[in-house]
């Protein structure tokens, strides 16, 4: 087994045995991003030197026998919006080109703590707006299995990274779908958490009542690793609260209830991401676990009710690029001969990209005093609507299992200029950040080696459950 290949017990157990050292192991990565990277696009920064240094301290712990933790000199890439004290951080906008983070985001901080070693920042959508990668200001990337096809988005540089073994494990937001899709795209594991688990300070907000940090990781114990890690309440940001505990959690499979919503089984779904969930659940019951019918009623109104209150948290989020206190300054101030006006048409006209622009149009219009009552309230009362779906299926079952994509994924292009059809490959995410619950994807199947995941949902502060199931599913 190659080194890039190693999940994060396997590294530490190496680093603990000396079987190679922090600095081997991140080199190891590095050489092979260098090389392979040119391809696949998942990096808009590589940090090598810090990198280095971060495993040359590690490597000081180990020399002076010191217990290290679990993920101390282990490889990780974090998605471009969010902050590492001193690199750049472009959101893959033009409009933050040059901008450097002059702050760690909380969970940079933490991983810090634990000794991770930071290999770069990944691509993504323009502030994470997208569901292919293909909206980055920088170029596109690439899907592993198939480059001609996108990895998925809008986190699709950190799952590339993962799932071609340029890191051992990435973070990625998750706002409608950002973490689950592209890991399902990419083949590999990634969680989005409970609203409120892991601290968004340091994030670039993009939709503040949805966004989470979560791990994309290539195994199921990674993403709890990585989880308990980054998780826990922070004064920085006021939306964080600690998880409840629950003591000696153990979840016998045969006791487990998964529910499977009758509405996911639509017209829209590909037939070989319907076969891949039917094999999902006749493996469930082999294990043992009851499989039961659920309703969710308003599961239609999910894309439309995300698609009216993400525009318009994000119209208000993104009214702080106004050139002066971000990004693009000065320089372009002394092109403009007009007024302050002059200044922000210019510099938001030119560093935005379409996509951004065409979300900034439809939340400020579902804002506007005209349409507020017609759009944006309604879309709160929905919202409920959708929340008390899931918290009466989650009376009968302890888990929900649903397809994360309705389709495989999709050549470069084929759905780029057409919106609504890239927005409806978030038809089986959306909901999740909706309600603030939490939700997994894992790989559960290739078609034309092309992988396929599935989505376990569970109740608030319920990612034990998610990760007990989905390691039963893994093993076997
Ligand atoms: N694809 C969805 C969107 O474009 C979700 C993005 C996200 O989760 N950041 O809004």
């Given at each position: 087994?190659?080194?890039?290949?190693?999940?994060?017990?396997?590294?530490?157990?190496?680093?603990?045995?000396?079987?190679?050292?922090?600095?081997?192991?991140?080199?190891?990565?590095?050489?092979?991003?260098?090389?392979?990277?040119?391809?696949?696009?998942?990096?808009?920064?590589?940090?090598?030197?810090?990198?280095?240094?971060?495993?040359?301290?590690?490597?000081?712990?180990?020399?002076?026998?010191?217990?290290?933790?679990?993920?101390?000199?282990?490889?990780?890439?974090?998605?471009?919006?969010?902050?590492?004290?001193?690199?750049?951080?472009?959101?893959?906008?033009?409009?933050?080109?040059?901008?450097?983070?002059?702050?760690?985001?909380?969970?940079?901080?933490?991983?810090?703590?634990?000794?991770?070693?930071?290999?770069?920042?990944?691509?993504?959508?323009?502030?994470?707006?997208?569901?292919?990668?293909?909206?980055?200001?920088?170029?596109?990337?690439?899907?592993?299995?198939?480059?001609?096809?996108?990895?998925?988005?809008?986190?699709?540089?950190?799952?590339?990274?993962?799932?071609?073994?340029?890191?051992?494990?990435?973070?990625?937001?998750?706002?409608?779908?950002?973490?689950?899709?592209?890991?399902?795209?990419?083949?590999?594991?990634?969680?989005?958490?409970?609203?409120?688990?892991?601290?968004?300070?340091?994030?670039?907000?993009?939709?503040?009542?949805?966004?989470?940090?979560?791990?994309?990781?290539?195994?199921?114990?990674?993403?709890?690793?990585?989880?308990?890690?980054?998780?826990?309440?922070?004064?920085?940001?006021?939306?964080?609260?600690?998880?409840?505990?629950?003591?000696?959690?153990?979840?016998?499979?045969?006791?487990?209830?998964?529910?499977?919503?009758?509405?996911?089984?639509?017209?829209?779904?590909?037939?070989?991401?319907?076969?891949?969930?039917?094999?999902?659940?006749?493996?469930?019951?082999?294990?043992?676990?009851?499989?039961?019918?659920?309703?969710?009623?308003?599961?239609?109104?999910?894309?439309?009710?995300?698609?009216?209150?993400?525009?318009?948290?994000?119209?208000?989020?993104?009214?702080?690029?106004?050139?002066?206190?971000?990004?693009?300054?000065?320089?372009?101030?002394?092109?403009?001969?007009?007024?302050?006006?002059?200044?922000?048409?210019?510099?938001?006209?030119?560093?935005?990209?379409?996509?951004?622009?065409?979300?900034i149009m439809l939340g400020t219009y579902a804002l506007s005093a005209g349409y507020?009552?017609?759009?944006?309230?309604?879309?709160?009362?929905?919202?409920?609507?959708?929340?008390?779906?899931?918290?009466?299926?989650?009376?009968?079952?302890?888990?929900?299992?649903?397809?994360?994509?309705?389709?495989?994924?999709?050549?470069?292009?084929?759905?780029?200029?057409?919106?609504?059809?890239?927005?409806?490959?978030?038809?089986?995410?959306?909901?999740?950040?909706?309600?603030?619950?939490?939700?997994?994807?894992?790989?559960?199947?290739?078609?034309?080696?092309?992988?396929?995941?599935?989505?376990?949902?569970?109740?608030?502060?319920?990612?034990?459950?998610?990760?007990?199931?989905?390691?039963?599913?893994?093993?076997?």
């Amino acid at each position: 087994m190659e080194l890039t290949q190693f999940t994060i017990k396997q590294a530490h157990q190496g680093l603990v045995k000396k079987d190679f050292s922090a600095l081997e192991f991140t080199e190891a990565f590095l050489d092979k991003l260098k090389q392979e990277d040119k391809k696949i696009h998942a990096f808009l920064t590589v940090t090598e030197d810090l990198a280095i240094s971060q495993a040359k301290r590690i490597d000081n712990l180990i020399a002076q026998k010191k217990d290290i933790p679990i993920l101390a000199g282990i490889p990780c890439v974090v998605k471009d919006n969010i902050l590492i004290e001193g690199i750049k951080c472009t959101s893959a906008s033009k409009i933050l080109e040059n901008y450097i983070a002059s702050y760690d985001a909380t969970c940079i901080k933490k991983l810090k703590e634990q000794g991770v070693v930071f290999l770069g920042k990944t691509n993504l959508d323009e502030f994470a707006m997208g569901s292919s990668c293909e909206n980055s200001a920088f170029g596109p990337t690439r899907n592993p299995y198939d480059l001609t096809r996108v990895p998925g988005g809008s986190s699709g540089g950190s799952a590339a990274a993962v799932a071609a073994n340029f890191s051992v494990f990435g973070l990625g937001s998750d706002t409608g779908g950002s973490i689950r899709q592209p890991c399902s795209f990419c083949g590999v594991v990634g969680l989005k958490p409970t609203y409120g688990a892991v601290s968004r300070y340091g994030l670039i907000a993009f939709a503040s009542s949805l966004d989470q940090i979560g791990p994309i990781t290539k195994t199921v114990e990674d993403a709890r690793i990585v989880f308990d890690a980054i998780k826990g309440q922070d004064e920085m940001d006021s939306t964080s609260v600690e998880m409840p505990k629950i003591e000696n959690y153990k979840l016998k499979i045969e006791n487990l209830r998964i529910g499977v919503p009758k509405e996911y089984f639509t017209k829209g779904m590909d037939s070989e991401v319907e076969k891949a969930v039917k094999r999902a659940i006749e493996i469930y019951k082999k294990m043992g676990t009851k499989i039961l019918e659920i309703s969710l009623p308003h599961a239609e109104y999910a894309l439309p009710c995300y698609y009216i209150i993400a525009p318009s948290e994000a119209s208000a989020n993104l009214a702080r690029y106004d050139g002066i206190k971000y990004g693009k300054t000065t320089n372009d101030r002394q092109q403009v001969t007009g007024d302050l006006i002059d200044y922000y048409l210019k510099v938001r006209g030119e560093g935005f990209g379409p996509e951004v622009k065409r979300r900034i149009m439809l939340g400020t219009y579902a804002l506007s005093a005209g349409y507020y009552e017609a759009y944006y309230k309604k879309a709160q009362k929905v919202r409920t609507l959708i929340q008390r779906d899931f918290k009466k299926a989650f009376d009968k079952v302890d888990i929900i299992l649903a397809p994360t994509s309705p389709s495989l994924p999709f050549k470069l292009g084929e759905k780029i200029d057409d919106p609504l059809s890239m927005y409806l490959t978030d038809i089986y995410t959306v909901s999740i950040n909706l309600a603030g619950i939490p939700a997994i994807s894992i790989p559960c199947a290739e078609s034309n080696n092309l992988p396929i995941g599935i989505q376990l949902i569970a109740n608030a502060f319920e990612e034990d459950k998610i990760f007990e199931a989905a390691l039963a599913f893994e093993k076997s």
